[in-house]
Every structure is written in structure tokens, then in C-alpha cells.
């Protein structure tokens, strides 16, 4: 039996994370767990982390089609907050988002990780941006970083067969 697996380490990955600026109190800190994620347990350099910043959830799919159209990151992180309101816009939009961000990974080979929360109000929020339910930031990061090098390990496999 052979078995592909992989650690969470890369020292030479370079990774693109997209942050929705709506809702940017909660966003900041996912966005931390991520970067401390990646910097202190992926072993990434700071320099191989590009940032982007959107408006909000809605445009981050265009940005990371653009992105992995231009294969110059092994992951797209995503980092954004829908938080239910009053009407069904919570569900279009997040359905719409992650629809559309699976599909771009898949077309395109590229692991493309979720730190994007739905929540049904801002305390469900904030407590999956690093209290009682963890931070799914830094969840997006380690899934990113073992995902980059399961392919790495897939591609080598595929050369030496």
C-alpha cells in the first residue's frame, strides 16, 4: 500500500491571502492566526506572503481566479466574515463565495483555503477569530501548508513514475 501524506513545514512556498476589509475587526484577527500560523509553524518568510485586501466576501473569487490564473502562488488563503442579517443576502453571498472559490481551485490545481466565517451574529464571529472555538485563520493556514505540500509530494510521484 502506498501512502501520501504530508507535514505542515515549507520554507520556500509563497502564498497569497485575500482579506475582505468588511467586517475588519474580526478579519484582523483571523488574519493574525494565519500570519503567525505560516510564519511560526509553516516556516514561511514573511517575503513570500503577498496581501491583498477587498472590499468585502463577495469580490474575493475574482481576486483569487486572478491569482491562480497567474500560477506565481502555491495557496490562496481566504479570509473574510458574512454575518446573518435580517434577509437571505448571508445565504446567496456565501454560497456564491465558496461555489465559486472551489471551482477556481479546481480548474486551476491550487489549494485555495477558507478562513472565511459564517456566522449568524457578531459573538459567533468573534469567538472563531481566536476565543472558545479557536481561530480559523490559523485552520486555513495549516490546511494551505499541508495541502502545498501534498501536491509537492504528488508531483515528485508522478515525475518518478
Keep these: 500500500m502506498k501512502i501520501i ?7 520556500t512556498a509563497s502564498i497569497a491571502v485575500i482579506i475582505s476589509r468588511f467586517n475588519q475587526f474580526v478579519n484582523n484577527n483571523l488574519l493574525f ?11 514561511i518568510k514573511e517575503d513570500k506572503i ?3 485586501y477587498v472590499p468585502g466576501a463577495y469580490e474575493i473569487p475574482l481576486i483569487a481566479k486572478y491569482i491562480a ?6 495557496a490562496i488563503i481566504t479570509i473574510g466574515t458574512i454575518i446573518k442579517g435580517s434577509t437571505d443576502h448571508f445565504k446567496y453571498i456565501s454560497s456564491n463565495v465558496y461555489n465559486n ?18 456566522a449568524n451574529n457578531l ?9 472558545k472555538m479557536g481561530n480559523k485563520g490559523s485552520e486555513a493556514a495549516l490546511a494551505a501548508l499541508e495541502m ?9 510521484k508522478m515525475i518518478k513514475s
Design 69 to 74: 490564473k497567474n500560477k506565481k502562488y502555491d
Design 148 to 156: 502545498i505540500n501534498i501536491i509537492s509530494k504528488l508531483k515528485e
Design 33 to 43: 492566526g494565519a500570519l503567525d500560523t505560516l510564519t511560526r509553524i509553516g516556516q
Design 101 to 118: 472559490l472551489s471551482k477556481i481551485s479546481i480548474k486551476y490545481l491550487i489549494p485555495i483555503t477558507l478562513g472565511i466565517l459564517t
Design 123 to 131: 459573538e459567533q464571529s468573534i469567538e472563531r477569530s481566536g476565543l
Design 50 to 52: 503577498f496581501k491583498i
Design 5 to 11: 501524506q504530508s507535514g505542515i513545514t515549507n520554507q
